[in-house]
């Protein structure tokens, strides 16, 4: 099994996502497999306390490892409480078997989003994490 590490992105961030490092309520992560950079995913707490993925990520030649799942289960680890997340069409099957394979991820319910170029919506509770 590959290891798989999410890092915050602060010394080494790409200009684009330096807001999401630097504004209250969003965070950069980094995923690594095997110490190389496959991907990334950017976090933010919106208006109403929900978490939510605004961006993520896996290079092409890394998807269909597991890595994008074991990634995003890490992530989602990292902050309990409500989240929301809207699927485009293209990961929609990718999300749905990530999220009711995460532990802790409890009051999964998903729905038609209101957003013409997205395909669901999806809501859920993130439990803490046990030390």
Partial sequence: MTEIAVTTTHADALDWAQCCIEEPGRWAWQVKSAGKTVGFALVRRDNPGHMDFS????????????????????????????WSLGA?????AFWRRTLA????????????????HQAAQFTFT???SSP
């Fill in 55 to 82: 961006e993520f990520c896996i290079e092409a030649p890394f998807r269909g490892q597991g890595i994008g799942r074991d990634a995003a289960h890490a992530v989602l680890a990292k902050y309990a409480g409500p």
């Fill in 88 to 92: 485009l069409p293209r990961p929609l």
């Fill in 101 to 116: 394979s995460c532990p802790g991820l409890t009051n999964l319910t998903e729905r038609p989003s209101p957003l013409a």
């Fill in 126 to 128: 993130m439990k803490e």
